[in-house]
């Protein structure tokens, strides 16, 4: 058994708490691990950790390494996939199975299991027995995971059951997102449930059907892994639902009822959270009903004789909407984009493939950043033309390159750097290092750096 994580989305809807570089994937939003560390560790109660692989793109590669590391701390680079371009799930699931049949050897009739990073299973221990006999039971067809729908849900895709065989049921055909009415239809049928996005099958069965409905992806996929990755670009973008399981003859559905939320949008987090009673102490809702807030800092949040609301805080921006109306932060996504906020991209917190920063103090001539690397990582060596920088150790060893000059430094101790020196920042350490950065100077943008050495290839 294998299994391939697809984390390589953008998660706009959950704007403010997610942004591009930083996206819903790797957010801890119900639990202490992200919604990408919890789809692993369920995956590990189901098959060895070193049979999980994921796929995502360059952006967000070291933000997959450093979280899986801190849960599984054996894993490996080559367990990683790196999309060379963004296009939807098929091509992104032909790159993740040549991968796996060329380069792993996975045999062409091991079944693997696909499916996204960023669900919510309340029950978990259901959610794997079914798992582990569908992967059994999937034989030469294409399985996917139902799900029992709780309500007449528009947000959802739905998929019709045909005849029931042997803990399964043919799939009869696929449902676009209905109306309500439509909705409630499907639900008083019984015939209907929800599509989850998760889909098993052998590589054999994969190809083969690829070459029945999607030629021109199967022409690419046919060739070898390193010939696929070059012309990966130029491939047209496609789900897997239009490009192969809506078409084929051969799927069939494992209905299972177990907690499931795609944590769509800031109704289904309030939701999750209502159910799991994890809604923050530090709101304080005199008079109010129906109202959902959220903070990611846990800044202490009030409201007074307001209801249907949605209130979600995060460290650079306060979003609120009515409830019911989740699916309009796309236009706020849309605006910001079209007027080049910088708050589309970059959260106040920014990750590194070392670690990350969070800006605290920003002002037209100083800037002031708590700094967090990593053990065993380093920053590039480096230098600013237009900016000095002041190191204060706050926790851990840092092993500091000071222009001619090598030093350690512990905590409370510090160090000067000046515009032009070059300089680099080490945590030889085994627990993370942080520091506050003070920087002064006329020009402070992130483009006023020159790397000298890199451990990311970054230039």
Known sequence: MYSIILCGGSGTRLWPLSRKNFPKQFLKLYSDFSLLQETFLRMEKIMPAKNIFLITNSENYFNVYNQIRDIYPQVVKEQIVTEPASLNTAPAIALGMKYLVEKIKVSKNDPVIILPADHYIAKPKIFIRIVKQAM?????????????????????????????ENGYFAVDSFKEKPSKEVAQQYLQSGQYVWNSGMYIFSAKTFASELRKYCPTLSSAYEKKYADFAAEFARLEAEAIDTAISEKSKKVIVFEGAFGWSDIGSFDALADVLAEKNSLQERHILIDSKNVFVHSSTNRLITTIGVSDLVVVENNDCILIHKRGRSEDVKKIVSHLKEHSYKEIEHNVEVQR????????????????????????????????AYRSEHWVIVKGTAQVINGENLLILHEN???????????????????????????????????????????????
């Open 136 to 164: 059994l039971r999937v034989g030469g067809n294409i399985g996917t995971i139902g799900i029992t729908p709780l309500g007449p849900e528009t947000g959802f895709g739905y998929i019709k059951k045909g005849k029931k």
């Open 353 to 384: 493939p070392w670690g990350k920063y969070e800006v605290l103090i920003e002002d037209q001539n100083h800037k002031v950043k708590k700094i967090t690397v990593y053990p065993n990582s380093s920053l590039s060596l480096q230098s600013h």
């Open 413 to 459: 101790e510090s160090t000067f750097i000046s515009p032009t020196a070059k300089h680099r920042l080490s945590n030889p350490g085994k627990t993370n290092l942080e520091i506050i950065e003070v920087q002064t100077g006329d020009y402070l943008e992130e483009d006023d750096i020159i790397h000298y050495e890199d451990d990311y290839g970054r230039k």
